[in-house]
C-alpha cells in the first residue's frame, strides 16, 4: 500500500477518537493506531460500507468497514435524508397527508436491538414516522409489513446467515423490495456526503411505534394464502416434521404458520429454540452447511421424522433434510429445493384446475436448467433475473397487475411462492415443502421419492458452489483482478470439452465461438441493468457461471455437470460421476 493512501486511512481513523465515538470505540481505535501491524486498522478504514446485493454487511467493531451504530447511524441519517429527497419530488404517495413512515426490524444477532433502536431513533430525528417490531422478527415479516401499513421503505438489521462476527443492515423500498437502481445509488450518495456530525438523533419518541402480535397474525394469513391442496394436508396432518430456527427468528412464526395449515406433528430443536446471537450449538448458523443441520437430524432419528427443516438466523432461507433409500438423511440443495417448487406448483395447480395462462416463475441466472426445461415442457413462463432476490422482486413490480406471480427462487435456498412478501421467505416456503412432502406421502413416496422422479422425467444434472474467500482490500483487489483476465483471455475449453458459448452479463454481450471464431450479439433477455458475472457453456451441456459476491468477501463459481441417470436407484453414481468432474473444471479455471 502506497504511503499516501495509509496515511488517508489513519488520518480517517483519528476523527474517530473524539466525540460523538464513546470511550470504548476511541480506546480501540487507538490500540489499532499504535500497533506496529496496520493490517487490522487499513481493513477497518480503508473504504466506508456500502450498499451492496444486499444492503450494508460486515464484520462488528469500530472503523468506517465495520458494522457498528456509528456506521448504522450514518447510512440512516443518508437514508433518511433520501427518502426526503424523493418525498419533496413528489415520488411517494404516502397514506397519511405528507407524512413518510418506515418499518424497522431486527434479528438474534448481537447488537441488533441497539442497532434497530439507533435506526428508529435517527428516523424519528427526520420527522419519520417509526414502526419498530417489539422483537426480533424474519426478513421476509419486515417486508411484508412495508407493504401492510403503506410505508415508504424500511431497515432490518441482519446478517443473514454469516458468522457470528458479522451484522449487517438490509434497507427496503415502498414496494417491500431491497433497494434497487436507481434508488442504491442515490442513498450510497446520501450517506457518502452525510458526516458523523450531521446525523439527527435524540427524535420524538411519539414517531416511534412499537408492532408485534397483530402484524405477526396477518403475515400468518398472508402465508397461508400460499397453500394449494389443503385437502392432502388435512390427509396427512400427522406428517412427522422436525423444525429449528438455528437461534433466530423464526422460532415462532414457523410453528404458528405450520399450524395454521394444519399440520399437527411439529417438533422443535429446544436448544437451538433459544435466541443467542454467538450460535453456541453450531458452528455457523448457515443452513447450507450440513453441520448446523446435526441437531436437527439427530432429534429426527430419535422420533422417526418424515423431514428436517432449517431456518437461518433472520428466517428468510430455508434447508431441508430427508432420508433416502439407505435411510439416511441427506440434505436437499438450494438447486434441487427450486426446482420440487416448481415442479410441484405448476403440476398440482394444473391438477387442480388453479393454473392460468398469464401465471410466470422466475429463477435466478446461476440457478438450475433444470427448471427452465420443466418450465419450458409445461407451457409456463419462466424468467431469469439476476442473483439476489431484489431482481427477483423488480420482476414481480414489472409485471404487477400485467402477470400473475406463482414462485421463484434461487440456489442459495432461497425461495418465495407469493408476492406479498418482496424477498425470500422461509415460513411460507417451510409450509409449502411441508405440503409437497404430505403429497409424496400421499402417493406411497417420501420427498427423496419425489426428487428422483423429476429427475427421471427431465434429466440429471448436478450442481455445485465454489467459493474463493479473499478478504480485507488486498482481498477485494485480486477478485478485480481475476473477473479482468477471465474477460481478457477466456477459456476455450473446461474439463476436456469445448467452450461454444459465453455470457458477458457487464457488457449484455453473447460470444458465440462454436465455429472457432467469436461472433457477438445481444443477449435476448429482458435485463435492464449489467451484473458483473461470467457464464461459460460447453459442448457437452456443462455450464460455468463466475461472480464476486455481492455481500462477502469471495469469488464464487457455480457448476452445472450432466451425467446420465437410467433409473431412481442410479441417483448416488450419477452424482458421484458429475462431482468426479468437479477437479478437472477447476483447473480449466485456474482455481
Not at 101 to 130: M, P, Q
Not at 400 to 405: A, L, N, P, Q, V
Request: proline content about 4%; glycine content about 8%; hydrophobic content about 35%.
Amino acid at each position: 500500500m502506497e504511503q499516501q493512501e495509509l496515511q488517508h486511512i489513519i488520518d480517517t481513523a483519528k476523527t474517530w477518537l473524539s466525540e460523538p465515538f464513546d470511550a470504548q470505540t476511541q480506546a480501540q481505535v487507538r490500540r489499532m493506531l499504535d500497533a506496529e501491524d496496520k493490517t487490522e486498522l487499513i481493513d477497518s478504514f480503508y473504504r466506508t460500507l456500502e450498499f451492496g446485493t444486499g444492503g450494508l454487511r460486515g464484520i462488528m467493531g469500530p472503523g468506517t468497514n465495520r458494522m457498528n451504530q456509528y456506521i448504522v447511524a450514518q447510512a440512516t441519517q443518508g437514508f433518511a435524508s433520501y427518502l426526503l429527497k424523493v418525498q419533496q419530488q413528489g415520488g411517494f404517495q404516502t397514506l397519511r397527508g405528507n407524512q413518510i413512515s418506515v418499518v424497522v426490524g431486527h434479528d438474534c444477532r448481537n447488537n441488533g436491538r441497539l442497532f434497530a433502536e439507533t435506526v428508529a431513533d435517527v428516523f424519528a430525528a427526520n420527522g419519520i414516522k417509526v414502526y419498530l417490531f417489539e422483537s426480533l422478527r424474519p426478513t421476509p415479516e419486515v417486508s411484508y409489513a412495508i407493504r401492510r401499513l403503506g410505508c415508504q421503505g424500511g431497515v432490518n438489521v441482519t446478517a443473514s446467515h454469516n458468522p457470528k462476527e458479522y451484522n449487517g443492515y438490509k434497507a427496503y423500498w415502498e414496494d417491500g423490495s431491497q433497494v434497487l437502481q436507481p434508488h442504491d445509488q442515490g442513498i450510497i450518495d446520501c450517506v457518502n456526503s452525510t458526516r458523523m456530525e450531521d446525523v439527527k438523533r435524540g427524535g420524538d419518541k411519539n414517531l416511534i411505534e412499537i408492532i408485534g402480535g397483530e402484524m405477526d397474525y396477518d403475515y400468518m394469513m398472508a402465508v397461508k394464502s400460499v397453500m394449494i391442496d389443503q385437502d392432502v394436508i388435512l390427509r396427512q396432518k400427522d406428517l412427522n416434521i422436525v423444525y429449528t430456527p438455528m437461534h433466530g427468528a423464526g422460532r415462532q412464526i414457523v410453528p404458528m404458520c405450520l399450524r395454521s395449515w394444519g399440520f399437527e406433528n411439529i417438533h422443535v430443536v429446544p436448544e437451538q429454540m433459544v435466541i443467542d446471537g454467538n450460535f453456541s450449538t453450531v458452528v455457523s448458523p448457515n443452513p447450507e452447511n450440513a453441520e448446523a443441520m446435526t441437531m436437527g437430524m439427530q432429534m429426527g432419528t430419535r422420533i422417526g421424522a418424515d423431514l428436517v427443516i432449517a431456518s437461518d438466523p433472520d428466517a428468510d432461507r430455508i434447508a431441508i433434510v430427508v432420508r433416502n433409500h439407505r435411510n439416511e438423511w441427506v440434505i436437499i440443495n438450494g438447486n434441487q429445493t427450486c426446482m420440487m417448487y416448481c415442479y410441484y406448483i405448476i403440476n398440482n395447480m394444473k391438477q387442480l384446475g388453479k393454473m392460468r395462462d398469464d401465471m410466470y416463475l422466475v429463477k435466478t441466472i446461476v440457478t438450475s436448467e433444470l427448471i427452465r426445461r420443466i418450465a419450458d415442457r409445461q407451457g409456463v413462463t419462466l424468467t431469469d433475473e439476476y442473483t439476489g432476490f431484489k431482481w427477483i422482486a423488480n420482476r414481480i413490480r414489472m409485471w404487477e397487475g400485467k402477470r400473475k406471480y406463482i414462485g421463484g427462487g434461487e440456489e442459495s435456498f432461497g425461495f418465495l411462492p407469493y408476492d406479498a412478501v418482496r424477498d425470500k421467505c422461509s415460513p411460507s416456503s417451510i409450509c409449502l415443502i411441508c405440503e409437497i412432502a404430505a403429497y409424496a406421502k400421499d402417493h406411497g413416496m417420501t420427498l427423496y421419492d419425489y426428487l428422483l422422479n423429476i429427475y427421471m422425467e427431465y434429466g440429471f444434472q448436478r450442481e455445485a458452489t465454489v467459493n474463493i474467500v479473499r478478504p480485507g482490500k488486498t482481498g477485494a483487489d485480486e477478485i478485480k483482478a481475476m473477473m479482468a483476465a477471465y474477460r481478457q483471455n477466456p477459456p476455450r475449453e473446461i474439463a476436456g470439452e469445448k467452450v461454444v458459448r459465453i455470457k458477458d452479463y457487464q457488457t449484455l454481450r453473447e460470444f458465440d465461438i462454436r465455429d472457432g471464431q467469436c461472433t457477438e450479439q445481444p443477449i435476448e433477455m429482458a435485463l435492464n441493468a449489467t451484473s458483473n458475472v461470467l457464464q461459460y457453456f460447453t459442448e457437452g451441456g456443462l455450464k460455468v457461471s463466475v461472480r464476486p459476491s455481492g455481500t462477502e468477501p469471495k469469488i464464487k463459481y457455480y457448476f452445472e455437470i450432466p451425467a446420465t441417470m437410467s433409473s431412481p436407484d442410479d441417483y448416488e453414481r450419477a452424482t458421484a460421476e458429475a462431482e468426479a468432474r468437479i477437479p478437472a473444471i477447476k483447473q480449466s479455471l485456474g482455481i
